[in-house]
């Protein structure tokens, strides 16, 4: 909407602070009974419950985190709250409240804000988060978004990164890459578009590849699954920077190893086309990609007949003891160290 010429414009210092985040929130809905005061006071006010409280925040900065020139303002509000209620579902526990704060040069108006805040609510509505807060200021560059999230969980169902355990099976939700392939179309679209703008591109055969990148899902579903399945995970992490750096994470916060068999990652027909297209090796994009948002976890062996055949779920490898390293079994059954991006294929 920056790029269109002919769409009314109205400056933000028409409205002052009050008037525009009254504003950008009048349509927001409270659906939650924990939430007592919302945005409208000093401060907003949660009913803290006998549960365990989860918080956790995330600042994008425009020009490091996202590019206006191929993320809708929409897109972007809502990814923006994605990546927050990932990192709640990681802890096996429920989004309830969101905060936003927001700073914004000049050179946005506030129908770009108002974009913004369409898909900020469309995430909040969709996903049933109350949004009690935030701030708002002008910034001297660009913008940069900070959301905090706050969800709830009963003590004994949440899940941390530090209880792997050897023999435990390892899990990922849906697959793997997409958001990454999808960066790399949009990436060359756009030099293309630089060098000829009236180039019109078809991006159907991507559509799903671009679809991870600009709105992604945060996978609430699974911890309810979860319980559903009567599975409680030892550990747990979304993944945000590549499955290989998050599964690092949790064999180190574990004191373990792990194995990741190359055979299993889960991958869209999408992702193998592309990776075929753009010479680029489908096991690096799966194990570095990031930003799939999807959820890694660890399960005791014991609960593999509840999981097994589950279509939102794969089995790609199991926890070893620390002594036996982080490693990826290849197709022709080599191993190799995993290292935060990807393998270390110097290293046997
Ligand atoms: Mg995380």
Redesign the pocket.
Known sequence: MLEDKNQEKTSLSQLGEFGLIEHLTKHFEVTHSTTVKAVGDDAAVIDASEKQTVI?TDLLVEGVHFDLSYMPLKHLGYKAVMVNL??VY?MNAEAEQITVSLAVSNRFPLEALEELYAGIQLACATYKVDLIGGDTTSSTKGMLLSITAIGKAKKEELVYRDGAKATDLIVVSGDLGGAYLGLQVLEREKQVFQVNPTNQPDLDQYSYLIERQLKPEARKDIPKLLRDLEVQPTAM?????GLSS?IMHICKQSNTGCKIYEEKLPLDPQVIGTCEEFNIDSTMVALSGGEDYELLFTVSINDFDKIKGNPNLSVIGHITEAAAGMNLVTRANQEIALKAQGWNSFEE
């Open positions: 956790t990932s990192d990681a992490i979304d993944i945000s920077d998050e």
